[in-house]
């Protein structure tokens, strides 16, 4: 069963616009949440991360938003780069149980328009 | 510094044939992990090595599949008898040497594509 869930699969956004991504889990015993970004023939590569003691995690455009209760994440871009354009994947684990494997959900492609 | 390298890029064979796909790793990363995207769905988790030791398989879809890691430095991974629902893209990643982290590198993947 999918435990890590991306509800739509794509978003358009004006460049210089926030983009909204959202991603939710169903497993409580993910305590690691991570957003990859991915381009066409290539493999995803790390954006940013949160742990489960916060809620809030900031890295330059991107910010990630962390709400256990309704176990939901969100990433946050802003402003949207032509740049931005690919898939991005939410992923998560279960650090506290060892397991560091990964649950992936199955993407946003982000289309930015100039 | 290489990334991780994935070979081949594309392969396109029958039903019921064999395939066998190759990953090198970073040099140093000693933890080796597989990952299956099919028809667009979630990247899903196939196995990890560490080292030459396979440290969790329970990834793996059925025994057509089978993974390797002698010398723990590159990996094949072979499907014999490949089917139909086996073609999707097949992901490669390696992190660092003696470090548990989900900060993982991949390599561009494999697309596979079984008629």
């Known amino acids: 069963d999918q435990q890590v869930k991306q509800n739509s699969p794509s978003l358009s956004v004006q460049e210089g616009r926030i983009s909204i991504l959202n991603c939710d889990y169903t497993?409580?015993?993910?305590?690691?949440f991570l957003w990859y970004k991915k381009y066409p023939a290539e493999g995803p590569t790390f954006l940013i991360s949160?742990?489960?003691?916060?809620d809030k995690n900031e890295d330059g455009r991107f910010t990630v938003f962390l709400n256990k209760s309704a176990k939901h994440l969100s990433l946050h871009i802003v402003p949207s780069q032509p740049g931005d354009s690919a898939v991005y994947f939410c992923a998560a684990s279960a650090r506290f149980r060892n397991d560091y494997k990964l649950s992936f959900g199955a993407g946003t492609t982000v289309t930015v328009r100039a | 510094e290489a990334g991780v390298t994935q070979f081949p890029s594309h392969s396109v064979i029958e039903k019921g044939q064999t395939v066998t796909l190759r990953c090198d790793p970073i040099s140093g990363h000693d933890n080796l992990y597989w990952y299956r995207r099919v028809m667009g769905k979630e990247i899903k988790f196939l196995l990890h090595?560490?080292?030459?030791?396979?440290?969790?398989e329970s990834g793996m879809p059925n025994n057509r599949f089978l993974a390797e890691r002698t010398g723990g430095t590159y990996s094949t991974l072979k499907v014999q008898p490949a089917e139909l629902e086996d073609s999707g893209v097949y992901f490669c990643a390696s992190s660092q040497a003696g470090r548990r982290s989900e900060k993982l590198f991949f390599g561009s993947g494999t697309q596979l594509s079984v008629l």
């Open positions: 497993n409580s015993m993910f305590d690691y």
């Open positions: 090595f560490v080292k030459e030791s396979k440290q969790d």
């Open positions: 949160i742990s489960s003691i916060k």
